[in-house]
C-alpha cells in the first residue's frame, strides 16, 4: 500500500474531477486519492464512483450532507487518512490550479528533505500566479505579507491551499479544535504547525487560475482570514503567558 494520500475537497467539480483523477494516477509516484463530496448537485460524486472499477483500491469517496466550507471538508479527509496507515497527507484543489505534477516535489520535501510541511508556494520566488486578474495577484500577495507581519511566521505563502503534511503534524495538532473554514483555515494550520515546532518548507509552484467550474471565492472568505489571524495570534501570546506564569510559580 503506498504511503501518500492526496485529499481532494469538490463542490461541482464534474468538469475536472475524472481527469484529475486520471492525471494523478497517470504520475510515476503512487498516490492515492480521498475526494470529499459536500453533496454537489452536478453529480461529482457519481463520476468519482463511476471510477471506482479503474482505480481499485485507490480512489476513495468520502460523502458529506451539505457544503460545510473547505476547512471541515478538509478536516474530514485528514481524519479519515490518520485513521489509515498513511504517512504523507495532501491536501489539492480539484480545478487544476494546483499543477498534480508537483505532487512528487512536495512529497519529495517531506520525504527526501526532512520538512515535517511542505507548502506549493506561489510567492517563495516572486509572484507565479497565471490567469488572474491583478486585483486579485495584489490581494493575495497582501494577504500574504500581512499574515507574516502580524503572525511573525517567515512564511510567504500564508494561503497557499497546496500542502504535504507528514502523519505526526495532523496528529499533533488538535484538528476539532480548528476554528476557520476558507482563507484563515489555511492559515490556522500552518501557523499551529509553527508554533509545535515542525520543519516547514516552501516549494516554488505555478499557480494556475481553473479554466472550468465556477471559483469558491467570496468576500466572507477573505473577511475571515484578515481579522481571523488577529485572534490566533493574540490568542498564541496569552496562552504562551500563562504557561510561562505557570512554569515559574
Known sequence: ?????????????????????????????EF?????????????????????????DKLFLLKRGEK??????????????LAR????????????SHNPNDLIRLY??????????????????GVNVVNWPMTRVLLSWMASKYVQLVMQMNIYDATAGFICYQRKVLEKINLDNIRFVGYAFQIEMKFKTYLSNFKIKEVPVIFTDRT???????????????????????????YKKRFFRKSFH
Request: charged share 20%.
Open 1 to 29: 500500500m503506498t504511503k501518500a494520500v492526496v485529499v481532494v475537497p469538490t463542490y461541482n467539480e464534474i468538469e475536472n474531477i475524472e481527469r484529475l483523477i486520471r492525471t494523478v494516477f497517470s504520475l510515476q509516484r
Open 32 to 56: 492515492h486519492i480521498l475526494i470529499v463530496d459536500d453533496n454537489s448537485p452536478d453529480g461529482t460524486a457519481s463520476v468519482v464512483e463511476a471510477n471506482f472499477n479503474t482505480y481499485p
Open 68 to 81: 460545510q466550507g473547505l476547512g471541515a471538508a478538509y478536516i474530514a479527509g485528514f481524519k479519515w487518512a
Open 85 to 96: 496507515d498513511y504517512e504523507y497527507i495532501f491536501e489539492m484543489d480539484a480545478d487544476f
Open 108 to 125: 519529495n520535501a517531506c520525504y527526501k528533505e526532512g520538512a515535517h510541511m511542505a507548502i506549493g508556494s506561489r510567492y517563495i520566488q
Open 212 to 238: 472550468k467550474g465556477e471559483s469558491k471565492m467570496s468576500s466572507g472568505i477573505i473577511s475571515e482570514a484578515i481579522f481571523g489571524v488577529v485572534g490566533m495570534k493574540l490568542k498564541s501570546v496569552f
